[in-house]
């Protein structure tokens, strides 16, 4: 029953525009949760659920994390907003550069859009070059330069190793896409088509988790760096989603490929709102110096950088504590969702590290592109989605699932049978 639920929805719909705060939580009946702890949320109408979303990946330490908790409550205490410098920063952005093989230098920001952002605009500076290479399927934010191609009608996205750049809303200036080269993920040979000395970076998700969660193949990561490399472009790793939760260095550590740039949020401070553009000191000399600007109010903010520096913190020094059981637990959900599937004889390929993964309803051996994972069936998937919620296992719509910290055994199991259920009426 959402009966709570649709009146709040009601209510909402009357001053908040379409009733929800983004666009990625457009539902019929959206989720309106009451409280959340640990691995599980509760909706205003009482039901409870085994929760895989954890606020589209942030807390990696489950919800309500007591460490978090007590970090930003005795922050707040000693203040909000300075608009000054304070210890707090120096002490994340030192833990950043002994965590991630990409950092040299750091700033903050305070959500991912605007660290992709200071990424690309530091590419340009730095390079004095124009063009941006990216890929088919990768989000990077809802900012108008990059909000291309993301997810899109395959009728206007043209031919699938040289894609048109289709623009991903009403409003968006057309000449954002005069500077961006739209290429296939997972090709390298059709990046060294392409590269030229006006390319001022090529930027990817490393592990593309807002299309499924596809992973690269053997080679491209290392021919993306080494062909940014001789034709002196920047590589920019977008880690918003991968930073922290796949490795305590993100993407770059697990998969041992160090890019120019590097974008982080999301599980950095426990779901509070905190992001971070890391680099080499040569690139990030130039907005060091002033000749690329970075500004923001509420960049550094003291609030999340005492979740920032918990957090951090609790994952470098309890790293052996943290990562295998995370990875175990994630590894013994997708083994089980995959021998349910194969009971009940329906085609679910399950794909991802583990902290991390994808369920695609699909023939497909793999899925390694946009236009591979749109061939998936969606429809079939959005059932599955819809099954599990109804019987209280919360995972993001697309088929995409976050575990935390706190997901115990117990918990895995009971979605593993409820999966079985959903999937035998499949």
């Known amino acids: 029953m959402h009966t709570q639920a649709d009146r709040l929805y009601a209510r909402a719909k009357q001053v908040i525009a379409g009733g929800v705060s983004s666009d990625a939580r457009r539902a019929e009946h959206p989720l309106f949760v009451d409280h959340a702890s640990g691995a599980e949320l509760w909706d205003v109408d009482g039901n409870r659920y085994v929760d895989y979303v954890l606020g589209q990946g942030p807390n990696l330490l489950g919800h309500a994390s007591p460490l978090v908790a007590d970090a930003v409550a005795a922050q707040v205490r000693r203040g909000v907003a300075y608009a000054a410098q304070h210890e707090l920063e120096a002490e994340v952005a030192e833990r950043l550069c002994s965590m991630i093989p990409a950092a040299e230098l750091v700033r903050f920001n ?135 939760r796949v490795a305590p260095g993100g993407a770059g550590e697990l998969l041992n490929v160090v890019p120019d740039l590097a974008a982080f949020g999301k599980a950095m401070a426990g779901g509070m709102q905190v992001s971070a553009l890391v ?70 390929l399950v794909d991802g590290p583990g902290p991390v993964f994808q369920t695609y309803i699909t023939d497909q051996a793999e899925v390694t592109d946009y236009r591979s994972f749109a061939a998936c069936d969606r429809a079939a998937m959005a059932r599955f989605h819809a099954g599990l919620f109804a019987a209280g296992i919360n995972i993001v719509p697309r088929g995409l699932w976050f575990l935390s910290t706190e997901h115990t055994a117990a918990q895995v199991d009971e979605t593993i049978a409820a999966a079985d259920s959903v999937l035998a009426a499949l």
Request: hydrophobic content about 40%; overall charge negative; aromatic content about 4%.
């Open 110 to 244: 305070s959500v991912g859009s605007e660290a992709v952002h200071g990424a690309l605009r530091l590419a340009r500076g730095h390079t004095g070059r124009p063009k941006i290479v990216k890929f088919e399927g990768n989000y990077h934010g809802w900012l108008d330069p990059v909000l291309y191609s993301v997810h899109p009608d395959l009728a206007l996205a043209g031919d699938a190793r040289h894609p048109t750049a289709v623009g991903g809303t009403a409003g968006q200036p057309r000449h954002d896409a005069d500077d961006l080269i739209v290429l296939p993920y997972n090709d390298l040979q059709a990046v060294e088509e392409v590269m030229a000395d006006d390319i001022a970076a090529v930027i990817l998700e490393p592990l593309l988790c807002n299309t499924g969660c596809i992973t690269p193949q053997p080679g491209y990561l290392e021919g993306l760096r080494e062909l940014t490399r001789q034709h002196g472009s920047l590589l920019i790793f977008d880690e918003i989603i991968t930073g922290f």
């Open 279 to 348: 680099g080499s000191r040569e690139v990030m000399t130039t907005i060091a110096d002033g000749k690329v600007a970075h500004a923001g109010t509420f960049n550094s903010h003291p609030v999340a950088m005492a979740a920032a520096d918990a957090v951090l913190r609790h994952l470098d020094e309890h790293r052996a504590a943290v990562y295998p059981p995370l990875n175990a637990m994630g590894l013994r959900l997708m083994d089980g969702l995959r021998s349910a599937a194969a009971r009940h004889g329906v085609p679910l």
